[in-house]
């Protein structure tokens, strides 16, 4: 019997390694790193949504 979710298991992390690279890329360029990290969610796993992009504004720390 296989386990379905060890076979995905390197994909998950492909996918999370590709989040981590757009994020830390758009934080570098933007300087929000709430919307960034949404961002690069948003993008990797085509679920655009502008109202949580929005509203993530609110969870970050500082402006820089």
Known sequence: MTNS???TIPKKRILLEEVYRLAYKYEQEHHCCSQCTI???QEVFQIKSDE???????LGGRVS
């Open 5 to 7: 979710n060890v076979d």
């Open 39 to 41: 961002a690069a969610l």
């Open 52 to 58: 949580v992009f929005s509203a993530s504004f609110a």
